[in-house]
C-alpha cells in the first residue's frame, strides 16, 4: 500500500520518491518529490509517528551531515531516496541543513 506525500497528498508508491526521519524521536515524512520538502520545513515540518529504517536495522551509517560536514550525534535527519529497488541515504545535523540541501537542488544539484 502506497504511503501519501506529506505536502501534497499524492501517493507515493514503495519505489519512488523520499522518506525523511529524525530516528531518535520516533518522527518520519514522506514526499513525492525533492522539492516538496522545502514548503514543509517553513511550514513548520508536520512529522507523523514512524520509522524509515525497520526496527533493528542500524540507521546510523551516514556519519557525516551532507551539507557542513559535521560528524552527526544521535539527533538527526536521515532522509532515503527511492529509486526503483535503489535506496540513496543522505543525512544532516539538523532540519536547517536539510532545508538548505533541498533547497540547492540535493546531491545532484547543478555546479556552480
Known amino acids: 500500500m502506497p504511503e501519501h506525500c506529506t505536502w501534497c497528498g499524492t501517493a507515493v508508491p514503495d519505489d519512488d520518491g523520499f522518506r525523511v526521519a529524525e530516528p531518535e524521536e520516533g518522527h518520519k515524512a514522506v514526499f513525492c518529490r525533492l522539492e516538496h520538502i522545502v514548503p514543509w520545513i517553513i511550514q513548520g515540518t508536520a512529522w507523523a509517528p514512524g520509522r524509515i529504517v525497520?526496527?533493528?536495522?542500524?540507521?546510523?551509517?551516514?556519519?557525516?551531515?551532507?551539507?557542513?560536514?559535521?560528524?552527526?550525534?544521535i539527533e538527526r535527519v536521515l532522509v532515503v531516496r527511492h529509486r526503483g529497488q535503489h535506496r540513496i541515504g543522505d543525512a544532516f545535523c539538523r532540519v536547517e541543513h536539510l532545508h538548505e540541501w533541498a533547497r540547492g537542488g540535493g546531491r545532484y544539484k547543478a555546479a556552480s
Open 54 to 73: 525497520p526496527s533493528g536495522e542500524p540507521d546510523d551509517a551516514l556519519g557525516r551531515c551532507a551539507l557542513c560536514g559535521d560528524p552527526l550525534g
